[in-house]
């Protein structure tokens, strides 16, 4: 699948100078971070994320149209997030307007559209610490590049010595699909869509948080050749996801119409949820 390269500047991406002041987690007002994350890394263990998968991949919540889930979103602040606090359909929609911009396929705009739509499992009372934030593979040892580490500490799992091994549970080149990850958005939506788009949408949704594998380069003992055939696909999205944060999003009124064939020739009228 080609896509196109961009030579013009995307007016809904920061500049690359300005954008080590996204993901800092130094300033002062990001306690609020720090908290999210220390209870998230305690709590995501290997048995709480099979638990969860069994809750919630059941889907047995309630069917709505995509359009109401995206309605949603707009009320959720996401409290991992140390950027622009900007209702979740802006950032959707100045994702996806960004991917459009550099001419990519209709597939990949819509995956920037709906890659946080899992977060509605806030809706359904799931907690933010369980539903976004960076994810990491649970059953194996926590890499001290995930952010944060140093909470892994008062994990249960962390004194396990059959998780304390860099594949743990799972053999060697097993491929991350054969893996369980931290409980959260991402997963949740994979499953969800995993028979609606092309694989490498599916490893964008599925992988995302997942920035110890797709920005540091850990955990490549348990990846398979599909995951490093579509490693570059994760990472192309990222700046997407992470960069369009801009506080002047463009009009949801005005691109309606566009997303919601997107939605049509791609996703079921209506989400079992
Ligand atoms: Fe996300
Ligand atoms: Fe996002």
Partial sequence: ????????????????????????????????????YRTNH??????????K????????QRTMTPWAALDYLNTLVDESDPDINLPQISHLLQTAEAIRADGHPDWFVLTGFIHDLGKVLCLFGEPQWSVVGDTFPVGC?????????????LNPDHSNPQ????????????????????????????????????????????Y????????EGQYTQLTDATDRANLHWVQKFNPYDLY??????????????????????????????
């Fill in 244 to 273: 369009s944060k801009n506080p002047n999003p463009p009009v949801l009124s005005e691109l309606k119409p566009y997303y919601e064939d997107l939605m049509a020739k791609y996703l079921p009228a209506e989400l079992q949820l």
């Fill in 42 to 51: 305690i709590h995501q263990t290997y048995d709480f994320v099979l638990q």
């Fill in 1 to 36: 699948m080609n896509t196109a390269t961009a030579t013009e500047p995307n007016q809904w991406l920061a500049e690359e100078d300005e954008r080590t002041a996204f993901r800092d987690y130094s300033t002062p007002e990001i306690e609020r971070v720090r908290q999210f």
């Fill in 141 to 153: 040892r926590h890499s001290d590049k995930i952010v944060f580490p140093e909470f892994f500490a």
């Fill in 163 to 206: 998780y304390d091994t860099p594949c743990g549970v799972y053999t060697a080149g097993c491929g991350l699909g054969n893996i369980h990850m931290s409980w959260g958005h991402d997963e949740y939506l994979y499953h969800l869509l995993k028979d609606c788009l092309p694989e490498p949408a599916l490893y964008m949704i599925r």
């Fill in 208 to 215: 995302h948080s997942f920035y110890a594998w797709h920005r």
């Fill in 53 to 60: 998968k069994k809750q919630w991949l059941a889907f047995n």
